[in-house]
């Protein structure tokens, strides 16, 4: 997050950003010990998700859900605000070479090199630059609560077999959708009469695809996002694995079946399920590895809950929203 950072009393003097006598073009929505959250940086949080709130027909309800999500988004940043402050005290770092080597892993696990990533980042409305920064910022975060937090969790065998139970009886539907999707992107800043524009241009593509054309060709042809490039094919997606929206949508169709067009923060989305794909039951032990982060990463949410919760304790913070 970046954050603008000011004196306690040179906020109470100011409040908000002037680009000249009269004209506001930011303003203070909390303060965190001696740091600020500014509207613009709120605003640019929350903007994946105010654009699906405004497709709310009803004022009053659309209105109630944009200041819960803008509440909510605060909270959010406040927490990153606090962890990023906790790093810095305790002089965590994260290096270039820590960026450079997360980067690598990325490309090695998509398959990329440097320009294909750099198409997928322009796709996304990002650069290099940017997403570097995002990275270091993501690392930041992982690290100090990985040091900070991560050692007071202790996971035994006996809990991994609990949880490998807990696990088979969630995976009843036997199966996994292989699957592919034709993508029309929507950025974080998109109006009302854009959103509807591209839900219109999705939905006009998902009549043709069913009314016979090729479906890869098409994904080829007017998608967007790195997916497009491989005629939309998704791979085989698992339950609780992705997006929640598409992966609900996707399990309710039937081999061959299309459906859309759904929403998400990326934009709107064609479905399409190529095939179920029976999934043969894995053995504890085949499993124990991939359980145990699982249940790391289960455990370290809610401790870090409980950490955010004492920091906030200890800290100055004023919201002013």
């Not at 997050?1 to 009393?9: I, S, V």
Request: glycine share 8%.
């Amino acid at each position: 997050m970046r954050a603008l950072t000011l004196t306690l009393a040179g906020l109470i003097s100011t409040g908000a950003l002037a680009a000249e006598p009269g004209r506001i073009i930011d303003k203070v929505v909390a303060v965190v010990n001696d740091e600020v959250i500014t509207w613009s940086e709120l605003e640019e949080a929350t903007a994946p998700f105010i654009a699906e709130i405004e497709s709310i027909a009803d004022p009053s309800l659309r209105e109630a859900q944009r200041l819960r999500q803008l509440k909510q988004t605060l909270e959010e940043l406040i927490g990153q605000q606090l962890i990023e402050q906790e790093a810095k005290s305790r002089r965590i770092e994260v290096t270039d070479n820590d960026v450079d080597a997360y980067l690598e892993r990325v490309k090695a696990q998509q398959g990329w090199d440097d320009t294909k990533l750099e198409i997928y980042l322009t796709g996304q409305g990002l650069d290099v630059d940017l997403f570097r920064a995002q990275v270091k910022e993501k690392l930041l975060h992982q690290k100090t609560v990985r040091v900070l937090v991560g050692g007071r969790i202790r996971i035994s065998d006996g809990d991994l077999e609990a949880f490998y139970k807990e696990e088979l009886t969630r995976s009843s539907s036997g199966f996994d959708v292989e699957s592919a999707h034709i993508l029309f992107s929507l950025s974080p800043e998109a109006s009302p009469q854009e959103i509807e524009a591209r839900r219109i241009e999705a939905t006009a593509i998902l009549a043709r695809a069913r009314a016979g054309e090729d479906f890869a060709a098409l994904a080829s042809a007017h998608g967007d996002g790195s997916s497009a490039k491989n005629g939309g094919g998704l791979g085989v997606v698992q339950r609780g694995r992705f997006d929640p929206v598409l992966e609900t949508a996707l399990f309710a169709l039937a081999p061959g079946e299309l459906g859309g067009p759904v929403r998400t923060r990326f934009g709107w989305h064609i479905l399409k399920c190529v095939a179920h794909r029976k999934r043969p039951t894995p053995s504890f032990e085949e499993m124990k590895a991939e359980l145990r982060v699982q249940l790391m990463d289960q455990r370290l949410n809610q401790e870090l809950k409980r950490w955010i919760a004492s920091l906030k304790e200890k800290a100055f913070v004023e919201v002013r929203l």
